[in-house]
């Protein structure tokens, strides 16, 4: 047979190794060229990854939530092989000595009955091959829990059920274990990993300030009743970005990247603003480019337009590199005060918290006000105390005294 190996690519951005998140094929499916073959898990994004070639899978380089090196064995074609039945086409064990995951049971005997166009069976998110399996076992795949992002049933998950048994999920009315241990796979183990190196790598500091924004939160109403057709409706955060371009010259280490390693930090004149953003497959944070040269209305769509490629797991790798700065907001829930963790390399992260009506004395008369805290870190072996402190205080003021951000 012609064998043709296929290295895990290079994704970019200097990624050294990526996970195996999800499988689409297993070992004997036929493919053709720019199938899916599998979901990869960057630093960044999750990428799928296609098919260069038409052919018979005959090795898998690992199991799914498995990492590999870039140009390490991804998949192994038969590419002139006779098919599915060809003879002496044996696949080849994975790495580590491990046989290739083995082929189900005819009929499973704790199978639920059902039929083969259940729609249930069908809603369930897995790859075709993983429901032929399931098929040719007799599971029912709605039985089966799954780990992957929107609860995906991998290869993996499967073979999980098998050797438990074929437990069921419980039913109503049913006890459930007390305990369940989960491994963190995915984009929870990149998020696990960035958290635990910049907390361990960068010493934090935090400043909070309070903030009085009735001035601002009536412009941004006002501006809203004045839109035009298609504009982005405002929030408060464009107000931010503008508000971080006007004064971070007077920063510029606060607008920076600093690796650690060569010791150096470069500062940006550009303003590329991260805005952290929650999705189901966790904390992934989109970027803004260029935001000095954007008008509130513009940076109101770019903010709802990159964050919503985030949520919707369509963000590529250039939507989630490159943010000098980074801004994460909790809305309405976002608490008293936070304190951030820095988005490394970047030495400054700034946080949004809740805004709220508070009794406040001005003129020596207890007035009704919209306030709201912000809380910003900083990396402390970059921005002094002082220093942060002061581009907080530069940032109340500009927010507090709403018109000065615009000229």
Not at 34 to 61: F, H, M, N, W, Y
Not at 320 to 332: E, F, K, R
């Amino acid at each position: 047979m012609g064998v043709y190996s296929f290295k895990l690519p290079d994704l970019g951005e200097g990624i050294v190794e990526s996970e195996v998140s999800t499988w689409h094929v297993s070992v004997g499916d036929m493919v053709c060229e720019d199938d899916p073959l599998a979901d990869v898990q960057t630093d960044k994004a999750v990428v799928e990854v296609s098919a260069p070639v038409a052919g018979r899978i005959v090795a898998l380089g690992c199991s799914a939530g498995e990492v590999l090196a870039v140009g390490a064995e991804l998949v192994c074609f038969d590419i002139d092989g006779d098919g599915p039945g060809a003879e002496g086409t044996a696949a080849r064990p994975e790495p580590g000595g491990e046989a290739p995951i083995a082929a189900p049971p005819a009929k499973y005997a704790g199978a639920t009955p059902f039929p083969a166009t259940d729609p249930v069976f069908q809603q369930v998110l897995a790859s075709p091959s993983l429901r032929k399996r399931a098929r040719e076992a007799g599971i029912n795949l709605a039985d089966v829990p799954g780990s992957g992002p929107k609860g995906r049933i991998s290869h993996r998950d499967f073979e999980a059920f098998l050797a438990a048994g074929g437990e069921l999920a419980s039913r109503p009315g049913e006890s459930r274990q007390a305990t369940r241990e989960v491994r963190l796979s995915g984009m929870r183990r990149v998020i696990a990993r960035k958290m635990q190196e910049s907390k361990r790598n960068i010493p934090h500091y935090s400043y909070i300030e309070e903030v009085d924004v009735t001035e601002l939160e009536a412009l941004r109403q006002h501006l809203n009743t004045e839109r035009e057709d298609g504009q982005a409706k405002l929030t408060l955060l464009p107000f931010l970005v503008l508000a971080l371009v006007k004064i971070l010259p007077r920063f510029p280490h606060c607008n920076a990247r600093f690796d650690d390693v060569e010791q150096v930090l470069t500062e940006f004149d550009a303003v590329h603003v991260g805005v952290a953003t929650m999705t189901e497959a966790g904390l992934m944070v989109p970027v803004v480019r260029h935001c000095e040269s954007l008008d509130v209305w513009r940076v109101a769509s770019a903010i709802g337009r990159v964050s919503a490629l985030a949520r919707d797991g369509k963000a590529a790798p250039a939507d989630l590199g490159g943010s000098t700065i980074t801004i994460t907001s909790l809305g309405a829930i976002g608490g008293i005060a936070t304190t951030p963790v820095i988005n490394a390399p970047e030495t400054t992260i700034i946080g949004v918290n809740k805004m709220q009506e508070r009794p406040v004395v001005r003129g020596g008369n207890i007035v009704a006000r919209t306030m709201m805290n912000l809380s910003a870190s900083f990396d402390h072996r970059i921005v002094d105390g002082y220093d942060g402190a002061q581009l907080v205080q530069a940032l109340k003021a500009s927010l507090e005294h709403p018109g000065a951000i615009f000229v």
